[in-house]
């Protein structure tokens, strides 16, 4: 089953949790809704943790989509996703559960 998950907007720096349980990711788009360049870091929620995409700089008032292909990578655990700034950066993904 394909779901699509509704845009999140990460309001704080600290690592947020988006989703838990294991599943693959397609899609990932993340939008900087300011002004000034902006990071993000998503990784999966194991002990170690994996990351997809690792500080990757977004510019500002701009929309960047990750395209991991139709089987996806595997995030285990759930997805955590961290901006460099508060309330610039959304999230929205396509994930298969």
Known sequence: ???????????????TDLFVGSF???TIVVANVTATAATITIQDKQVT?????KTVS???????????GSNGILF????????GTANAITVGLSAAF
């Open 1 to 15: 089953m394909t779901n699509t998950g509704a845009l999140t907007l990460l309001s704080t720096t600290s690592l």
């Open 58 to 68: 977004i510019a500002a008032n701009t929309t960047q989509v990750f395209n991991f």
């Open 49 to 53: 943790p994996v990351a997809a995409l």
């Open 24 to 26: 693959r990711v397609q």
């Open 76 to 83: 285990q655990g759930g997805l955590s996703a961290q901006a």
